[in-house]
């Protein structure tokens, strides 16, 4: 009866080593402790917080790539209009002493400026409009390819076509009127209505935690409407593409009509200016939160595998040591079962 006893519990010892070595193999084999979080024991309720956590950050830093790649387009994109409204409020100031030989060179100059900045502003990311707002779908500038034609210019030439040497100012309280009227403004209605009253584009970086963003067309940043950047840019190209050799022959009205749109592409360049700066502060804010997600991604990931992984060369020794008792229990089983042979026959 000892033989058999001492045979079956050497058996059992076998089960559990041979589940031991299978165990072992697989770990060996996957660098993983289990293939589920039962596997873990005491460690499964860690390792899926971790894992939660490692998703959420990289949710957010996903979402931060993408808001970058866009406020990068609109960096761009304001730039080019900063440019054009320097550019053409120089020009403006040098027509002053070209008298009515410059001028049709003037008027050419913006109106491709005009239609350049009319495209510039319906810029887009994918399928989204940057400066339109939440309505992505929404074209900022409608029919920009024909805007030098369209209602706003075509009200404005008629403002300059009534210059004389005197009335300069009502000239461009006519210009004003046309980038505002509802009848001939540039910007479509929602970008002329209930974008006014929402809050800027934000991007959650973290949670409880928005960074805003956007660039509306028809607003600058501290909610002016009427003499935003884009209205005043638009309004002063249309009026200088207007001009004619006989605006020109005004003499001082042609000189302050002049004055009068420089200044307003002043304001608009320094208005662009002011979001490129508030935008690039953005940028930064969402860089950093977005490196901050990565550089702890790197310590949960790390925190994960400790839980979730082994150490192979642990695991091979430990390995190696299992299949020697295997092996050992083996021998001692068939040492048994011979002596207990012999008894047997004796």
């Known amino acids: 009866m000892a033989m058999i006893s001492t045979i079956g519990s050497l058996a059992l010892d076998q089960v559990r080593l041979r ?61 080019r209009l900063e440019s054009i409204a320097s550019e053409l409020a120089s020009e403006a100031l040098r027509a002053r002493t070209l008298g009515a030989a410059g001028v049709e060179t003037l008027a050419r100059s ?25 309505d992505l779908a929404g074209v900022p500038v409608p029919d920009a390819a024909n805007i030098a034609t369209g209602p706003m210019a075509t009200a404005i030439a008629a403002a300059v076509a009534t210059l004389d040497p005197l009335n300069a100012a009502g000239v461009l309280a006519g210009t004003a009127l046309a980038a505002t009227d509802p009848a001939t403004r540039p910007f479509n209605a929602f970008l002329e209505g209930a974008a006014l009253a929402e809050p800027r584009r934000a991007l959650q970086v973290a949670d409880g935690e928005r960074i805003a963003w956007g660039v509306l067309a028809s607003q600058d940043h501290t909610g002016e409407v009427a003499q935003s950047w884009g209205r005043e840019l638009l309004r002063g190209l249309a009026t200088l593409a207007a ?104």
């Open 243 to 346: 001009l004619t050799p006989a605006s020109a022959a005004q003499g001082t009205g042609y000189d302050a009509l002049l004055d009068g749109v420089r200044q307003g592409l002043d304001g608009a360049k320094r208005g662009l200016a002011q979001e490129r700066g508030m935008l690039g502060s953005a940028e930064r804010r969402v860089e950093a939160a977005r490196e901050g997600h990565r550089d702890l991604m790197v310590a949960l990931r790390t925190q994960l595998v400790s839980v979730e992984q082994v150490d192979i060369a642990e695991v091979a020794s430990a390995l190696r040591q299992t299949e020697a008792r295997l092996e050992a229990s083996y021998q001692a089983t068939a040492t048994v079962a011979r002596l207990s042979l012999a008894s047997l026959l004796r």
């Open 19 to 79: 589940d031991r070595v299978d165990l072992l193999t697989r770990q060996l084999s996957t660098g993983n402790r289990g293939t589920t979080h039962g596997a873990l024991g005491t460690e499964a309720r860690r390792a899926i917080d971790l894992r939660g956590d490692i998703a959420r950050r990289e949710a957010y830093a996903g979402a931060a790539d993408t808001a970058l790649a866009r406020m990068d387009l609109t960096q761009g994109a304001l730039g």
């Open 110 to 134: 913006a109106r491709a400026a005009l239609e350049e900045a009319a495209a510039v502003l319906n810029t887009r990311h994918g399928e989204d409009y940057l400066f339109a707002g939440s």
